[in-house]
């Protein structure tokens, strides 16, 4: 049998053990639209980067490097519990490549003492069966994998025949949910790759997305016809899971600027290895400023900051979090500065093409 082709099915066990952790993350997640829905004082999605460091150097991609050491174990949990005390719901751990980190495992066993939802975005080379099993009993909730192609070329070698094997793997052992997410937009060869890679994703039991990049300007570039038809299709596919709350994909696919709340640095943060709050991955730098000396005000003044960016923004997990707010608090402030004495103060930076893993 053709290996991209070829399906396994998971062991009763493992289907129990994973029907379990679905219902009882769902639960979870019902209670954090809940408690977002009643208080807007806390932050719903935190994406933390515990390894700048990558195995692989996507072209596209300047949210690596090939040499960064891992963020320290006991400094990880301090930024954990510095989030957890501030009521956050839900952490993705991004990079870089956070598999490569030594103490991952450790790191989700902590966001679950802390009662945050775990997430975690890999470029998945790392995986097998015996680091699958681990995350399982760390307590992992959630998984993504971006792959760019059906075979790699010079850009990406994330590509669905590279990591077909391991997807068979995650069908097979994992508890946990796991998203494929696929790219269409300036730069990508063939359209027709997410499709095939959205198929792949659905026949292995899995959730897919797909996102839209931008061109190298980064400004929003409608897809062509084609594309727009795969685009709609791959859509309809992902219909499964809360990533389908993405209404203003559409827009973006059309080229079409979006009228919405951009609550980063309040609802949603980035925080990067340095243990700094950024708006996002796109616009680190602004406003800089450590995890420890980030204070309720300062979120609370982010809230209501108007983000330049927003109309032609791409960043889907952003404006997910901001439909919990969209219907509320109009933004009429405008970024200033809010360094504390000492804490450093980086020039704001605007990466132009949105194709890393988030
Ligand atoms: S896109 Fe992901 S896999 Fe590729 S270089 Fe960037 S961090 Fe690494
Ligand atoms: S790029 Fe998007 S997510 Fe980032 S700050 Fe701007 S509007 Fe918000």
Not at 319 to 331: A, E, K, S, T, Y
Request: positive net charge.
């Amino acid at each position: 049998m053709d290996k991209e082709t070829e399906v396994v099915r998971a062991s009763v066990k493992t289907r129990l053990r994973r029907g379990l952790r679905f219902l009882r993350t769902r639960a979870r997640e019902l209670k954090m639209i809940g408690k977002a829905l009643v208080s807007t004082k806390h932050p719903i999605l935190v994406h933390v980067i515990p390894m700048r460091q990558c195995n692989l150097a996507c072209t596209y991609c300047n949210e690596f490097d090939d040499f960064s050491k891992p963020v320290p174990l006991e400094e990880m949990k301090k930024r954990l519990d510095l989030l957890a005390d501030m009521g956050t719901s839900i952490i993705t751990i991004s990079g870089g490549e956070p598999l490569m980190h030594p103490d991952l495992d450790e790191v989700i066993r902590h966001m679950r003492r802390r009662g945050m939802i775990a997430g975690l975005i890999t470029n998945g080379f790392y995986l097998n069966r015996e680091r699958i099993e681990r995350l399982n009993e760390a307590g992992l909730e959630h998984l993504q994998i971006s792959i760019d192609n059906v075979v790699p070329d010079e850009v990406s070698k994330k590509s669905l025949k590279t990591l077909d094997g391991r997807l068979l793997m995650l069908s097979q052992y994992a508890v946990f949910q796991v998203n494929i997410n696929s790219v269409l937009g300036s730069g990508v060869k063939d359209p027709e790759d997410a499709l095939k890679i959205a198929h792949r994703a659905v026949e292995l039991g899995f959730t897919s997305t797909v996102g839209i990049i931008h061109d190298n300007n980064g400004q929003l570039k409608p897809l062509g016809p084609h594309e727009q038809e795969i685009f709609e299709e791959v859509m309809a596919l992902g219909k499964r899971s809360f990533s389908r709350f993405n209404e203003f994909q559409h827009n973006v696919a059309r080229g079409k600027e979006h009228n919405w709340r951009c609550r980063s640095g309040s609802r949603y943060l980035y925080i990067c290895e340095d243990g700094l709050v950024h708006w996002c991955s796109q616009q680190r730098g602004y406003p800089g400023i450590p995890l420890a000396q980030y204070t309720p005000e300062m979120r609370e003044r982010e809230y209501s900051t108007q983000k330049f960016c927003a109309a032609r923004c791409t960043v889907s997990c952003v404006q997910q979090v901001g439909i919990l707010d969209n219907w509320r608090d109009p933004q009429n402030l405008k970024p200033m500065p809010m360094t504390p004495p000492a804490a450093p103060q980086a020039e704001l930076v605007q990466i132009g093409q949105v194709r890393g893993d988030s």
